[in-house]
């Protein structure tokens, strides 16, 4: 079946770094992938998108690169802020799927300190 | 600024208790979804709808009851739970756009407690 796989945390670095959290991939085809974030004490919201290879999802700073050849969609943001600390999620819907389910990885909390 | 909300957005209650948890949307989508996220445990899809047809329960118990009187409101019944049911109930809503389904959009949540 498919699944998502993201790298364990938490996640601690320091303001103004240099952020990447990996995320693999196992479905059937070509899914559309995404990331959300949860700011604590809140619900999901959708940080960036792709919807076939080679896109690159952008949004405030953070991207990700569909990479159909390594299953892969990798989040990266070149200098985060303290505000930027939260948990992440990848995420797939399947190509096909009938009911636009969503896929979701364990989620990587992020902590970034001042 | 999601487009959907959900009430309440704390509960509290008793094991014989019964309560109900709102979501509503306001994008126009038609599919709404129930999740439940507990502590260290990765998210649960509970319950889909799309077009007012229940078609999915993912082994959910019984005593969680959905209901999908419309395209824009979602219920989920709550009766005789349990402690370990208590988590953050999430519900999302997307839109079929004849080519797949786009993105989730997602409610606050309703942080539950049962005692």
């Known amino acids: 079946g498919d699944s998502v796989t993201q790298m364990e945390g938490p996640v601690t670095l320091s303001e103004e770094a240099f952020l990447t959290i990996n995320c693999t991939y196992t479905?059937?085809?070509?899914?559309?992938l995404f990331w959300y974030v949860q700011y604590p004490g809140e619900g999901l919201q959708l940080l960036l998108k792709?919807?076939?290879?080679?896109d690159k999802g952008s949004n405030k700073g953070f991207e990700a690169t569909y990479r159909k050849e390594t299953t892969s969609f990798h989040l990266e943001k070149g200098s985060v802020q303290v505000s930027d600390s939260a948990v992440y999620f990848c995420?797939?819907?399947?190509?096909?799927?009938?009911?636009?389910?969503?896929?979701f990885g364990a989620g990587t909390q992020v902590v970034v300190t001042p | 600024e999601t487009g959907v909300t959900q009430t309440p957005r704390h509960l509290v209650m008793g094991m014989t208790n019964k309560k109900s948890l709102k979501c509503e949307q306001h994008?126009?989508?038609?599919?709404m979804y129930w999740y439940k996220q507990s502590a260290k445990k990765p998210l649960e899809l509970m319950f889909v709808?799309?077009?007012?047809?229940?078609?999915e329960n993912n082994s959910v118990p019984s005593r969680f009851s959905p209901e999908c009187p419309n395209s824009s409101h979602l219920f989920l019944h709550l009766h005789t739970l349990q402690p370990e049911d208590s988590a953050l109930y999430l519900c999302?809503?997307?839109?079929?756009?004849?080519?797949?389904?786009?993105?989730?959009?997602f409610g606050p949540g309703t942080r539950l407690t049962v005692l």
């Open positions: 999302a809503s997307s839109q079929d756009n004849g080519q797949g389904y786009n993105e989730q959009f």
């Open positions: 479905a059937t085809g070509y899914p559309s």
């Open positions: 792709a919807t076939k290879a080679d």
């Open positions: 995420a797939l819907i399947r190509v096909g799927d009938s009911w636009g389910k969503l896929q």
């Open positions: 994008l126009g989508h038609n599919a």
């Open positions: 709808y799309n077009f007012k047809e229940q078609t």
